[in-house]
């Protein structure tokens, strides 16, 4: 059974930084690209990053470019999430998510959920 699980959510002002991390079992972590979605209390599902099997690419949409870090240990199969300068739009349940696929772009599409991890940036 394919269990993502996050941590390293909670509680920041805006301007500080969180490292979220995503534990992986059930699957050979190593063998799937990697990625970071979060959803806003009455918003859509939002992709936040991606990052290959390898981590020799990465991607992130202008929301989050610069100032959120995705990486991950294949040897720990473990996905972190950096985010810094943290904004109040930023306040989010943040999803670890692994697909088959690195797609193009923005489009990653997952076969495989966390159950998330609440951010929350006070202003």
């Known amino acids: 059974q394919v269990q993502l699980v996050e941590s390293g959510g909670g509680l920041v002002q805006a301007g500080d930084s969180l490292r979220l991390s995503c534990a992986a079992s059930g699957l050979i972590f190593s063998t799937y690209n990697m990625g970071w979605f979060r959803q806003a209390p009455g918003k859509e599902r939002e992709f936040v990053a991606k990052?290959?099997?390898?981590?020799?690419?990465?991607y992130y949409p202008d929301s989050v470019k610069g100032r959120f870090t995705i990486s991950r240990d294949n040897a720990k199969n473990t996905l972190y999430l950096q985010m810094n300068t943290l904004k109040p739009e930023d306040t989010a349940v943040y999803y670890c998510?692994?697909?088959?696929?690195?797609?193009?772009?923005?489009?990653?599409?997952?076969?495989?959920w966390g159950q998330g991890t609440q951010v929350t940036v006070s202003s």
């Open positions: 998510a692994a697909a088959a696929s690195y797609g193009l772009g923005s489009r990653f599409f997952p076969s495989y």
């Open positions: 990052i290959d099997r390898t981590s020799g690419y990465t």
